[in-house]
């Protein structure tokens, strides 16, 4: 993470503690002092992270049946109150993007590509992964979301389906970069497969500039058995 003032920044004249405390929240290094200084100016405390608390992160799952509804273990639909925290919104396609890596199967003497064609049979389940970055009043800066859809059967993960992330909830000063930073999924069918995908995100000020940028990232791999887990951070 990065310091990097603005020219308007620097012809206001920002405060040189603050802009040092702000690099250390950025690059990791902060103290209480760089806390407590934070806190104490309400229009910073409402839009920078706050170091202190752990990113809130939580993972949604369901089955999908063959008619596209997300249904439950017993194939029940799922309550309608629930279905935003499992499914993606409707303007994202799911569809590879330019830069999408497909990488070997992590079995070994799998296949090392794989392909998206229809495939019948098996199960198909949507995992979708949030990050929840706030701020040291509490107000959401800016949502991570990973999707994941896969089939599984047979002890093998089949097929992947739907892909994609997004940024939400975004804060004024949340700045996104256009394209993902990482981009990859690793080669179907095998006992195991995963999906990552990392953006770039900056958090940018008045006064102070772009004090920090940060990567969001969540790479969930999935099994054959269905079971899923995930990694991630910033």
Same mark, same amino acid.
């Given at each position: ?6 020219? *308007? ?11 040092? $405390? ?24 409402? +839009? ?10 939580? %993972? ?5 049946? *063959?008619?596209? *509804? ?34 070997? $199967?992590?079995?070994?003497? $799998? ?8 495939? %019948? !049979? ?7 992964? %949030? ?10 800066? /800016? ?9 599984? !059967?047979? !002890?093998? &993960? ?23 930073? &990482? ?7 095998? $006992? ?8 770039? +995100? ?8 772009? /004090?920090?940028?940060?990567?969001? /990232?969540?790479? %969930? ?14």
């Amino acid at each position: 993470m990065t310091l990097n003032p603005s020219a *308007q920044a620097a012809e206001s004249g920002p405060d040189p503690k603050v802009a040092a $405390a702000l690099q250390r929240h950025a690059d990791g290094t902060w103290t209480q002092a760089d806390v407590d200084l934070i806190r104490s100016i309400p229009e910073l405390a409402a +839009v920078v992270v706050d170091p202190t608390k752990p990113v809130e992160v939580t %993972t949604k799952e369901a089955l999908i049946n *063959q008619n596209g *509804q997300a249904v439950e273990s017993n194939g029940k639909p799922l309550p309608a109150s629930e279905l935003d925290d499992v499914l993606p919104p409707h303007h994202l396609t799911g569809l590879p993007k330019p830069g999408e890596v497909i990488l070997p $199967a992590e079995d070994d003497g $799998a296949p090392t590509v794989s392909t998206r064609a229809a495939i %019948t !049979g098996g199960t198909w389940k949507m995992t979708h992964v %949030t990050h929840t970055h706030r701020s040291y009043l509490g107000n959401v800066i /800016y949502k991570y979301h990973h999707w994941a859809e896969f089939n599984y !059967g047979g !002890g093998k &993960v089949r097929a992947w389906r739907f892909r994609d992330d997004d940024i939400t909830n975004a804060n004024e000063i949340v700045n996104v970069g256009d394209r993902r930073i &990482v981009d990859s999924r690793t080669a179907t069918p095998a $006992a195991s497969a995963t999906s990552k995908m990392k953006r770039k +995100v900056e958090l940018c000020v008045l006064k102070y500039g772009c /004090y920090s940028t940060m990567y969001p /990232y969540v790479y %969930t791999t999935v099994k054959g058995t269905g079971r899923t887990s995930f990694t991630s951070g910033v």
